[in-house]
Nanobody, 118 residues
Framework: QVQLLESGGGLVQAGGSLRLSCVASGSGFSLNTMGWYRQAPGKERELVASVTSGGSTNYADSVKGRFFISRDNTKSTVYLQMNSLKPEDTAVYFC????????????WGQGTQVTVSS
C-alpha cells in the first residue's frame, strides 16, 4: 500500500542535466533503502544508484561522478540529479523503495522516460 510516483523525465541534449524525483505516499510505513533503476530498449533493468536510510550511497560505475542520489526523509522523497548526460543514459528510470508496513517489502514506481539526444 506504499505508492511511488516519479517525475522529472524528459528529452535533453547530450551534456545536459535532469533531476528526477520520487515521492512515496501512504500511511503507517517506514522507508529503508531507496534507489533508482533504469531499463533501456532491449536490455534488462539495472541498478543506477541507491541510498540507505542513514545516507550511505552506491552508484553504478557508468554513472559515478555524473549522477547523485539524495533523499529528504521529511518529504518521503528521493532524488536523482543527472549531469553530463550521454545518449547511452536513455532509458526508463524506475524508483524503488524498501519499506516496512506491517512487514517489509519492495515497491516500484511506474517509471519516467529519459531521452538523451546526440
Amino acid at each position: 500500500q506504499v505508492q511511488l510516483l516519479e517525475s522529472g523525465g524528459g528529452l535533453v541534449q547530450a551534456g545536459g542535466s535532469l533531476r528526477l524525483s520520487c515521492v512515496a505516499s501512504g500511511s503507517g510505513f517506514s522507508l529503508n533503502t531507496m534507489g533508482w533503476y533504469r531499463q533501456a530498449p532491449g536490455k534488462e533493468r539495472e541498478l543506477v544508484a541507491s541510498v540507505t536510510s542513514g545516507g550511505s550511497t552506491n552508484y553504478a560505475d557508468s554513472v559515478k561522478g555524473r549522477f547523485f542520489i539524495s533523499r529528504d526523509n521529511t518529504k518521503s522523497t528521493v532524488y536523482l540529479q543527472m549531469n553530463s548526460l550521454k545518449p547511452e543514459d536513455t532509458a526508463v528510470y524506475f524508483c524503488n523503495a524498501d519499506a516496512t508496513r506491517y512487514g517489509r517489502r519492495n515497491y516500484w514506481g511506474q517509471g519516467t522516460q529519459v531521452t538523451v539526444s546526440s
